[in-house]
């Protein structure tokens, strides 16, 4: 196998073919970029097999401290036999010096296609940096292999990415701990969730957390106090109707004031959906006032699959606007609508003290 540079047009064609074929259009920029190296210090490589075949693609920007894998793709036809692990390996070797660079899209389900390829990548030594970055309204993970450093990363992105200064919100994850409800710190969880939600108290929701209290309706109540740096930033809990076992549901979820607008929101709600993930639900859903809680909708609005509005007749609960639930599939498939299936909100509201507004 050889790697070297793309020099006649019909191979430039063939690159073309695969990058159309391997990347959503999301994920693409408009070709002649790649095709006339816009990019600063880049270069457009192609793969080979031995019979001068050309089976694949690296495009990549090459700076004095590090390499930037922009794209690199394997023909359809050649995948699955071990042509990008060989590839990726020469192409490092070819620069041993070099620390390298690579962003994957965020996962949203276990083994998807950015699940596997965060996984391919991991095979040749590249490991996940702690950051996350938001362009173009997708999430994207950094990875790397030598020295991650983040200062020299944000300047990559700023001058080949020029719109990716409107969102330059890298947050480290390492930060965040989630610290579970229990006899300890449930006076705590109680004022937070009080400052969070000044109109509508769960201290019993919270207590019967404590231990993951069973009751008549749930199988799971768990709730867990969201810290940033040691500091005290939000909510969030997750519980589970035995009637509906396949079900999670998000529960008093939210964020202090003072720390919301920094995409915390989207990082805690991935922490929620993989606990709910490994404890084997299918789906993950949650409801809300569609008045009170429009910030954090705009968010559901853009995490989750499906929308709908909860107006079971038998079931008169506290509310100021209509009641919308959402839903998400945990596990890459379609996700059934909830079709107003009876959620007992108003023993719920009974047992909080809520007003019920007729």
């Known amino acids: 196998m050889k790697i070297k540079e793309i020099k006649t047009a019909n191979d430039l064609k063939k690159v073309k073919n695969i990058y159309l074929n391997s990347f959503p259009k999301s994920e693409r920029i408009n070709f002649n970029k790649i095709k006339n190296k816009k990019f600063s210090q880049s270069n457009l490589l192609g793969i080979y097999k031995d019979n001068e075949q050309l089976i ?11 390499n930037y894998i ?37 996962p949203w389900f276990i083994n998807d296609q950015q ?64 610290e579970l409800l229990d006899s300890k710190n449930i006076n705590e969880g109680i004022k937070l969730q009080n400052l969070i939600f000044p109109n509508e108290k769960a201290d019993i929701d919270l207590k019967n957390s404590l231990n993951n209290k ?10 867990w106090i969201v810290k940033n740096r040691g500091i005290n930033i939000g ?4 519980y589970s109707y035995k009637k509906y076992p396949k079900d999670a549901w998000l529960g008093w979820f939210g964020i202090i004031d003072e ?43 853009k995490l989750m699959m499906k929308e709908e509005i909860y107006n079971n007749k038998k079931d008169k609960h506290y509310e100021v606007g209509r009641t919308l639930i959402f839903s998400k599939s945990l596990i890459n498939k379609n996700i059934k609508n909830w079709c107003n299936k009876n959620l007992y909100l108003n023993i719920h509201d009974k047992q909080n003290n809520f007003i019920l507004e007729y």
């Open 56 to 66: 694949g693609f690296f495009f990549i920007c090459f700076y004095i401290d590090f």
């Open 115 to 178: 699940s596997k390829r965060i996984d391919f990548y991991k095979t040749s030594g590249f490991k996940l940096s702690c950051y996350e970055f938001y362009y173009n309204n997708q999430y994207f993970y950094p990875m790397f292999k030598g020295e991650f450093n983040k200062n020299k990363f944000i300047k990559f992105l700023n001058i080949n990415f020029p719109s990716f200064k409107k969102f330059n919100k890298i947050v480290n994850l390492n930060n965040f701990s989630y």
């Open 214 to 223: 069973q009751s008549d309706r749930f199988n799971l109540q768990q709730y």
């Open 259 to 301: 720390y919301r607008g920094n995409g915390y929101g989207r990082i805690i709600l991935d922490y929620a959906f993989d606990y709910a993930q490994k404890k084997g639900f299918k789906n993950i859903r949650l409801y809300t006032d569609e008045i009170d809680n429009k910030a954090a909708i705009r968010l559901y609005r």
């Open 235 to 238: 909510i969030c809990g997750l």
């Open 70 to 106: 922009v794209y690199f793709a394997i023909e359809q036809t050649q995948r699955n036999k071990g042509y990008g692990s060989q590839a990726l390996t020469i192409l490092i070797n070819m620069y041993k010096e070099k620390n390298w660079f690579l962003c994957v899209e965020k």
